[in-house]
């Protein structure tokens, strides 16, 4: 599930954002100050973005998203201001700090909810382009070779990586078995379709519950889900 941490003082804009945010299937987490949005971010599990009230009552918006870029840990999540200013300064500061997009208050909650779409999306090609993926409680980084199920961290091979990697790549699409065997293994000609199967298999067990989000269609292939139901089921 995509995680957001809602920076919020008001106590009743709060309730009304999380109710609104929590009926377009997303995780909200409530900080009403600046340096509790810190701590939280900066512990397990991660999250996906940062809605950040400008006006808060013991450090700014504007001095939590330096913050929040200055952090190696945190430097890559999404930021969307929110602010009862519309002057443009107050704009350009916080496109100066960091934020990737400003939203001014009164907002409608169809709107707030389309810019969050919206900020997610970029997320994520922004992040794919820096070898980084994020899927539900899952987190994978490339380069450094790791790997994160609800913030903790899982041992995989170099195969079962790249594996995980490409399918995630491919987020929403079926990948056949023959053409995984081209994109994770070079076609090499020992590699059988079984090979595949059983190291899918053995990525799922060690995913735990993220290994749910990679599908199997019977007969064709499989398939990095593009979001998975309440229940768990792809």
Known sequence: MTRILLVEDEADLARTTMYSLEREGFVVVHAPSGRIALDLCRAPPPFDAVLLDLMLPDISGVEV????????????????????????????????????????????????????????????????????????PLRV??????????????????????????????????????????????????ISDRTVDATVKRLREKLGTAGAWIETLRGVGYRFADHLDPDGAA
């Open 141 to 190: 980084d490339t380069e450094a070779h790791r790997c994160w199920v609800d913030g903790q961290p899982v041992a995989l091979t170099v195969t079962e990586l790249r594996l995980l990697t490409h399918l995630l790549g491919q987020r929403g699409r079926v990948q056949d078995r023959s053409h995984l065997l081209d994109a994770v293994w070079g076609g090499s000609a020992d």
């Open 65 to 136: 998203c330096r913050q929040l870029r200055a952090d190696a840990r945190t430097r890559g999540l999404r930021i969307l201001m929110l602010t009862a200013r519309s002057e443009e300064i107050d704009r350009v500061v916080g496109f100066e700090v960091g934020a990737d997009d400003y939203l001014v208050k009164p907002f409608s909650v169809r709107e707030l909810a389309l810019r969050v779409h919206a900020l997610l999306r970029g997320a994520d090609a922004s992040l794919a382009a820096q070898g980084l993926f994020a899927a539900g």
